[in-house]
């Protein structure tokens, strides 16, 4: 179990590797990505660290730093408590005065679109191998997007290139390199 080791990968085959983000390569090649480990055992401790690393981004010069992943395998691992924890996420955002510099996107292992089957292809568009908060800054979400000719289809994209590839497509994705496939 290597919580770090699983989302690089997850993050060269499937983010990148399927262009889930078409933002995503740049900001990895240019070593701008921060993956962080929390060994939080509880909700109150991940927003602790949670805050911790928003106040790390605000800080940090986007071209060292644009985004952070926290990863987080000890707490959360039910996805209807992990997508209640994202109110008080979204909260201590707004309670740190970063409303409009910073969000938090979410992954999860179990991810579910509302109306949508437990199986469904579609909710690996945003399934990691371990839960993960995801700290983007406004600016560098705003950019790409403007820079992409038409970000609103991204999403559909997405699910499409996901159902063509089928469950054993994904699986087939990490075949071969020694560890599980990801959910």
């Known amino acids: 179990m290597d919580p770090i080791s699983d989302t690089r990968r997850w993050i060269e085959k499937a983010v990148i590797g399927l262009n889930l983000c078409p933002f995503a390569k740049a900001v990895v090649a240019r070593g701008q990505v921060r993956i962080v480990l929390s060994g939080a055992r509880d909700e109150a401790a991940l ?52 409303e409009g510099v910073l969000q938090v996107a979410s992954f999860h292992p179990r991810y579910r679109f509302a109306g949508s089957g437990a199986d469904d292809i579609a909710n690996y568009t945003n399934r990691s191998p371990w839960p993960t908060l995801h700290l983007l800054r406004e600016d560098s979400v705003s950019r790409a997007v403007a820079a992409f000719p038409d970000p609103d289809a991204i999403v559909g994209r997405n699910i499409e290139a996901l159902r063509e590839l089928g469950h054993e497509g994904w699986r087939a994705l990490f075949d071969g390199d020694g560890t599980e496939s990801p959910p």
């Not at 000890?74 to 201590?92: C, K, M, T």
């Open 47 to 98: 927003l602790a660290q949670l805050g911790e690393e928003l106040l790390h981004l605000r800080d940090t010069p986007a071209e060292v730093v644009d985004t952070t992943l926290v990863v987080h395998p000890h707490v959360l691992q039910d996805f209807l408590d992990y997508n209640d924890f994202l109110d008080s996420a979204e909260g201590l955002v707004e309670e740190l005065g970063l």
